[in-house]
């Protein structure tokens, strides 16, 4: 047993990875509806942050206790699905090659076929002015691939932390449902010989 958290809570640590594995895969690369990412982060703290106390078998025991295995296992599920999360965003942002609206080719003459775009950030910005923002990005201050680099980042930046958040909070919130709801240790009637 470890001085602050249970080994149970190091083993849900580990299966929280997992499943912000599984979760980022489901939501941010098969289906990538990144909403349904920020949604599903509540419920995967409160689900780590109860089953880190069940793996440590926390039946009795002081209340700090439960609260640091949930913390924990919440904190490392959540810097995990933050993670993934930059990470795939800076997957597609610096791998945007323009295709298929940008940097086309015609196939008989092998000229390039207008509109093109810098790969990488100078694609995702063109992107973003063709569906229209370019009204809403100029508003903020947004002119140049520059300032959009620097807005986009900020924004991938606040929508991590703010995954981290909740699912720090749910894991938290999963702790204190186990500590009230948790299963009390079964009495053993003892009779006194006679």
Not at 49 to 61: E, F, I, K, P, T
């Amino acid at each position: 047993m470890n001085r602050v958290i249970d080994r149970g809570a190091l083993v849900a640590a580990g299966v929280g990875v997992g499943m912000a594995l599984t979760i980022a895969a489901s939501f941010l690369l098969v289906i990538p509806i990144e909403p349904i990412y920020w949604l599903i982060a509540l419920p995967a703290g409160l689900l780590i942050g109860y089953y880190a106390n069940q793996r440590s078998d926390r039946a009795l025991g002081p209340w700090r206790r439960i609260v640091a295995n949930a913390t924990a296992a919440g904190l490392v599920t959540g810097l995990t699905m933050a993670g993934l999360l930059l990470v795939v965003k800076v997957l597609f942002f610096f791998g945007d090659n323009g295709y298929p609206d940008f940097n086309r080719i015609d196939s008989d003459t092998r000229q390039p076929i207008p509109p093109s775009c810098q790969n990488g950030a100078g694609c995702v910005y063109a992107r973003y002015l063709a569906q229209g923002s370019g009204p809403e990005l100029a508003a903020g201050g947004v002119a140049d691939v520059d300032a959009f680099t620097r807005l986009y980042w900020r924004q991938q930046g606040s929508a991590a932390g703010t995954v981290l958040v909740l699912t720090l909070v749910g894991g938290l919130g999963g702790g204190l449902l186990y500590g009230v709801f948790r299963p009390k240790p079964s009495r053993v009637a003892r009779t006194v010989p006679g």
